[in-house]
């Protein structure tokens, strides 16, 4: 999984003044001092492909196992989907690496995209209706992005 950090001094009020891709508004991104900040991001991009049917993929041996670690992961990446969406008071981050890495995107100081792909066939179909309903279930999270200040 790919992590690239992004770092940019910023010096003066001039340059700290930026434009938010949302809304093509104005932000101030200096503390008001002219003193040089340091602003940090970091841009993560995963993979998930999809869940591994055993029955249609025939995987055996370390495959399977491989497989059983995957499915794991995106059942705790759909319950901690579920919780956000539903505005639970917990939400079960520490069950698998896979939601321990997207923490970030979870709690509020991250701008989020997600990217579901479908296939038009129908020998895919129960795996394009869940990736559906994952997509559905995920557009109901409301992320208020925060601009952490050191």
């Known amino acids: 999984m790919p992590k690239v950090y992004v770092q940019r001094s910023a010096k003066g009020k001039e340059e700290n003044e930026g434009i938010a891709p949302q809304n093509n508004t104005r ?3 200096s503390s008001g001092t002219g003193a040089p900040k340091n602003l940090k991001s970091k841009f993560l991009i995963v993979d998930l492909a999809g869940s591994e049917r055993i029955d249609k993929s025939g995987s055996e041996g370390h495959m399977l196992e491989e497989a059983k670690f995957i499915n794991l992961s995106l059942t705790s990446l759909g319950k901690c989907i579920n919780a956000l969406a ?6 079960p981050i520490r069950d698998s690496k896979l939601t321990r890495l997207l923490r970030d995107s979870f709690g509020g100081s991250a701008r989020t995209s997600l ?3 479908i296939g038009p066939s129908t020998r895919h179909y129960t795996e394009t209706t869940s990736t559906i309903m ?17």
């Open 27 to 29: 932000v101030d991104l």
């Open 86 to 91: 539903e505005n639970s008071p917990h939400i």
């Open 115 to 117: 990217i579901i792909t």
């Open 134 to 150: 994952f997509g559905q279930r995920a557009m109901k999270i409301v992320n208020m992005v925060k601009l952490k200040r050191n």
